[in-house]
């Protein structure tokens, strides 16, 4: 034994709770390396290794993101447990309905970027990505740079009242304020062709859904209304739910029927895979549904469709279970109907980039 481990061992003595044990929360407070429960000897660490102060010991070799292995630990979970209280100026981004917790989109692009990578959100809403790669600079391990598409003026207009008025609450707070993104207005279809190839590290999007409820309706209204007035009003072709969620709808205005609603998103997707770097991530929100007595697996059927069209494959569903979501009643006491309080995060891979 070397004279460093007996003061390693004797420091480690010095940490023992009351049975004896290692009590590494201790040894924490003293800014001792620990990690996994174990004090680190730093001398033993190798050359591609380093001690991260109070997040354990990082790897220089890591392509995905900035996080050590401990982090990466947890990070590799398939299930995000997490409420996300109402915040960010809230009130105004719901709005939009389909919001996301920018908070949620900051600890996904922790763990599928690294400080200073690009990030494209193709479908940005209000801006929950690029708020969240905002939120990075401050509250993970460095700033992203954020690139948003949408083509509702409204929620843009919304994206940018809220950084204003975030950046004024963090101000008065004290606190520095959030980088502003870049959000551009258009059809992704269109915008995504001035995206340089390779030149994005994470695609992170919530995608339009479909809403079969909606196009049912919808053209039983048409159906009505063409019977009756003998002619359809343009106007009829809004993009927004009653929730404010936009549904998906083509470039005509027409409600989309399920096929045609993957065939457009598989050929949105095969087309953003060419802005992605080799060895860069996209990643998917997408809930499933359940109508008309049935399941509806859009998760599944989206990443199969996704797959086959662009060169890409699936490395993993995450599920973000949010434990405050409000249970309803659906089905009681005849029927089984899931009360549905997660949402699908599906993650590909480009090809060949091994
Ligand atoms: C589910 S929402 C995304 C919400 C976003 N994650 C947020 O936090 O606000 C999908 C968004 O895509 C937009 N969208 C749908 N089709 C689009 C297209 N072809 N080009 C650009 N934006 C589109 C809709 O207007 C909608 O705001």
Redo the contacts with the bound molecule.
Sequence with gaps: MTSDDGERHRQGRLFTDDDGGFDAERARDESLPVEDGELIDTDELADHQRYVEGRGIYDERNRINDLTGKEWKYATKSVIAEGYPPAVQHDL?SE?G?????RL?ATLIGRFSKAGDAVL?????????L?GASFCEHEGTGRREAIG????ER?IDI?ETVLERENEARAERGDPPLAGQEMRH??????IEDVPDDSIDLLL?????WHMDELEQTRNERATRASKLGSFDEDDAD??DEDG??S??D?TGERQTKAEWLADMAE?FERFTDAVAPGGHLVV?IGDMYREQSYEFLSADLARAIESAAPVTLAATLVWYDPTKDLHVYGYPFSFVPSMVHQNVLVFRPDGNE
């Design positions: 981004r939009h389909g919001q996301k917790p920018p989109c959100d193709p479908f940005a809403g209000v801006g929950g990505t708020l598409f949408e083509r509702t929620w994206y258009g059809d992704c279809a269109d915008l999007t919530d995608v339009p859904y993009s927004a969620r936009d998906a709808i470039s949105k929100f």
